[in-house]
């Protein structure tokens, strides 16, 4: 078992740079099962789930060659068509293998995916989105297997904006027989990347970032490409809220600013200075910071991934805030935790009511998902004396060196095995 520990006190200063993101590399190594050509991805992150795609890759006979952020894959030697149950265990986006397998070879079987308990994240809307383009599926015993003779295009409207569902309907539909529209998708950054990346495969894809896409099918995917990642926008947020809250002064390298700005609205609303130059953001930290209100919402929207941080800042704010969490109703977790440290959180259904306190407490805290974990760090850099916190695995799941790279800022951050 292994455990950080974080004393505060330190402002952060100096710069950083923002590594892949860990919500677009996992559609685009599910996404090369469609191509029938090698296929580079630059810019790759080394995390705990980057391997469990790669691991699942490989469990289809895909052959992977990782060598540090660049990522080979020759999914020419696809061979299997079922994703080991414990490896589907380990991590939700598992499931984006649907929706390429069943667009290639027309069948699938996977086991229903793990991740973070953070709340109900049904699998309906992928499952009706595949059956409405010709698959029949048997849900049944925590698996899902679907057969398709040859996928034909379909009218889909989604009942919410699902990430995950756009994404394997967009995968599964390049493939398909005629024209596939997707009413009501989800309008993330990482879908965007997806029809880009789709589309240098060979793929006919418009309209994402918009709430209507329209994937016209092609008989197959034979360009062999090179493809950059696009930055982490939640862990530029959470460095953003490492500066905050620290109140420091750090420069932040490789980002793309206009995916981040429902977190620079806030942090700016609360009294922090942000600055924009291209692809990069200047934070400066005033000494005191007023409350602010947030409402998550699927993209443009504040997104839910960054609601545990903002709640640790909002708990040294000058007021009193409320957060409403509208995605997941279990993502909460981490107020005990943050009441533990001193903070004042008092929580009313899905929202969080906030009144500032002047200093937390360094204690003995868990981490019992990934953003709780960032949440719990951001707290510890703040929070007087040491805050030990358990539960590190989580962080390693989303955040690529994390401490090492705290340390760069002056952060006295260390693991320590137990």
Known sequence: MERLLVTGGTRLRGSIAISGAKNAILPLLAGSLLSERPVVLEGVPSLIDVKTMKDALESLGVKVNWTGDTMQIDPSSLRSLEVPPTLARRMRASNLVMGPLLGRCGRFKVSYPGGCTIGSRPMDLHLKGLRACGAVIDDDHGCITAEAAGLQGADIHLDFPSVGATENIMMAATLARGTTIIRNAAREPEIVELQNFLNKLGARIRGAGMDTIRIDGVKKLNQEIAHRVIPDRIETGTFMVAAAITRGEVLINNVIPEHVEAVTAKLREAGVSIKEEDDRIIVTAPSNWKAVDIRTMPFPGFPTDMQPQMMVFLALAQGTSIIT?????????????????????????????????????????????????????????????????????HLDRGYENLESRLKMLGAQVSREII
């Open 325 to 393: 969490e509208n995605i997941f109703e279990n993502r909460f977790r981490h107020v005990g935790e943050l009441r533990r440290m001193g903070s004042q959180i008092r929580l009313e259904g899905r929202s969080a009511v906030i009144t500032g306190i002047k200093d937390l407490t360094g204690t003995v805290v868990e981490a019992t998902d990934l953003r709780a974990g960032a949440a719990l760090v951001l707290g510890g850099l703040a929070a007087e004396n040491t805050t030990i916190i358990e539960g590190v695995q």
